[in-house]
T-cell receptor, first 111, second 117 residues
Framework: GQQVMQIPQYQHVQEGEDFTTYCNSS?????IQWYKQRPGGHPVFLIQ?????EVKKQKRLTFQFGEAKKNSSLHITATQTTDVGTYFC???????????FGKGTKLSVKP | GAVVSQHPSWVICKSGTSVKIECRSL??????MFWYRQFPKQSLMLMAT?????????EQGVEKDKFLINHASLTLSTLTVTSAHPEDSSFYIC?????????????FGPGTRLTVL
């Protein structure tokens, strides 16, 4: 079935280092969403990308959607301890497609 | 790895009927499960937190009498959409943390597509 693969599963960084998580789909996606889940909490919506090659920024976070709309990345510049959590990507196929989640990347930041 | 299943994967029902959706953690116990709803082209929205052995906690704006949640065991939570109407048509997804002590990551079910005619 349709899958969204996300890597890495875990990432440990020193505060101030950059961080990137990647999502890949076996099929073309109509859009991709990113969520952040703080430890013990529930995933919170961050952003949605729709257009091929789209790049969006939220302060230190940069989101990209690939030209083929099969992959996406989230990059955090100069991580802070407040960035700790699990980052999920979720893609949909077609206008009414179900949301399919990646398994998430768990980020830990050492002060 | 941890697996969460949902049943049914899709359902079509007539307006006024009730629909029950099951969320199961297949290889781990989950004292807490989350229920979400996603409308087309929109993001996932948390509806409620399901707690095993106690009442669910509903998010603001979610009618608890319309969306009945029962978390009767450590591996099963159910969401019943009562007297469903076309505006309830949506994609419903559940998730559960695999390791409550470590506050580990969420594992998502495959979702249930509800269409109310």
């Amino acid at each position: 079935g349709q899958q969204v693969m996300q890597i890495p599963q875990y990432q440990h960084v020193q505060e101030g280092e950059d961080f990137t998580t990647y999502c890949n789909s076996s099929t073309t996606l109509s859009n991709i969403q990113w969520y952040k889940q703080r430890p013990g909490g529930h995933p919170v919506f961050l952003i949605q990308l729709v257009k091929s090659g789209e790049v969006k920024k939220q302060k230190r976070l940069t989101f990209q959607f690939g030209e083929a709309k099969k992959n996406s990345s989230l990059h955090i510049t100069a991580t802070q301890t407040t960035d700790v959590g699990t980052y999920f990507c979720a893609g949909t196929r077609g206008s009414q497609g179900n949301l399919i989640f990646g398994k998430g990347t768990k980020l830990s930041v050492k002060p | 790895g941890a697996v969460v299943s949902q049943h049914p994967s899709w359902v079509i029902c007539k307006s006024g009927t009730s629909v029950k959706i099951e969320c199961r953690s297949l290889d781990f116990q989950a004292t807490t499960m989350f229920w979400y709803r996603q409308f087309p082209k929109q993001s996932l929205m948390l509806m409620a937190t399901s707690n095993e052995g106690s009442k669910a906690t509903y998010e603001q704006g979610v009618e608890k009498d319309k969306f009945l949640i029962n978390h009767a065991s450590l591996t099963l939570s159910t969401l019943t959409v009562t007297s469903a109407h076309p505006e309830d048509s949506s994609f419903y997804i559940c998730s559960a943390p695999a390791d409550r002590v470590r506050g580990d990551t969420q594992y998502f079910g495959p979702g249930t597509r509800l269409t109310v005619l």
